[in-house]
């Protein structure tokens, strides 16, 4: 699909997990919009990839090789988007993962720590190192990336990456208020099941059309770039007083 083309010019957007998916879609939209974009990202291969796409574009992208369930990397990228461009006007924290399924008793403690590192520690590290220059520049905007398995009991969510999913949502809710008074919006979108290459790898099709018809209105997949233009929304000046919303890219799950 084709999303309307929002402005960011003069912008500076910071994406992670930008390499693919969601996060991919979204670098695409800011960059149309004349945004320069930083992405980082855990596979090298697709995040170089990534940047080629978006230089063709004719506009400044940097690429940032980082694993983000290693959380003592996250303010080193920062200090490398501000120090190539001075500042940041858009973050979008898009990393997230977690193992499949499990019960509270199958769930192992390493698994609880590395899913709530990635999904929910990496997201408030972003915020803490990038909010400071936003407060300075007197605007900014951060759209974090949930779930609906933060706000729905979803099936082959893990208890882990639900849980810290739901805190995604209301660690946002608390930065949206605190930082509103300074000109930052904050704000999430949880996307139901989205044709992204980990959701098509990790399900069979027999599973993904299982579970659509079960949960989705709209009888099909997300695609990445329907989060992504709603992300790109919320990140634009169409949208100056939208803050601390939760919004569901779902197909009407949230509304079962």
Known sequence: MSAPVLRFDGKVA???AGAAGIGMASARLFNAGGARVAICDVDPVAGRSAIEELKRNGLDAQFIEADLSNT??????????????????????NAGGGRPGGSIVDQTEADWDWTFDLCLKATWLFMKHVLPGMVAQGRGAIVNVSSLAGIRVAPNSSPAYA?????????????AVQYAAQGIRVNVVSPGLTATASVMNALSAEERTHIVSGLHAVPRLAEPEETAATIAWLCSDAAPI??????????????R
């Open 163 to 175: 849980a810290s999913k739901a805190g995604v949502v209301h660690l946002t809710r608390f930065a």
């Open 14 to 16: 910071l994406v992670t």
């Open 72 to 93: 003592q990397e996250i303010e080193g990228i920062v200090r490398q988007v501000l120090s190539t461009y001075g500042h940041i006007d858009i973050l979008v924290n």
């Open 242 to 255: 939208v803050t601390g919303l939760n919004v569901p890219v779902d197909g009407g799950w949230s509304a």
